[in-house]
């Protein structure tokens, strides 16, 4: 029989990936950008003319290949898309030391 071990809400933490919380965040950006792009039933070149980037690049980040891509290059590419970002910066709670980023859809 074998262990079957519960993973964290990270499953590049899970894997023991070095900057796990900033894949997490992009792969959670890619994953907007690829659902707005489904959405307006773009193709992969007018998505790309849009977004200021080639297709050959978009087809990765879209296919999770996103570790040449700045977050900030995301972050354009879904105002570019419509849509507003707001980036909110608070205290953590007295149960944790340091800080975590997450992202949050509206």
Do not use: W
Not at 2 to 7: D, V
Not at 84 to 93: L, S
Request: hydrophobic content about 40%.
């Amino acid at each position: 029989m074998s262990n079957i071990e519960r993973g964290s809400t990270n499953v590049y933490a899970d894997l023991g990936l070095e900057n796990a919380d900033e894949m997490l965040v992009k792969a959670q950006l890619a994953t907007k950008i690829g659902d707005i792009i489904k959405r307006r039933k773009l193709t992969q070149v007018q998505a790309a003319e849009l977004l200021g980037i080639s297709q050959p690049k978009l087809s990765g980040l879209l296919r999770g290949q996103f570790r040449g891509i700045s977050e900030s290059k995301m972050l354009e590419c879904l105002t570019r898309l419509g849509r507003d970002i707001q980036i909110v910066v608070k205290a953590t709670p007295r149960s944790r030391t340091e800080g975590h980023v997450s992202v949050v859809f509206a």
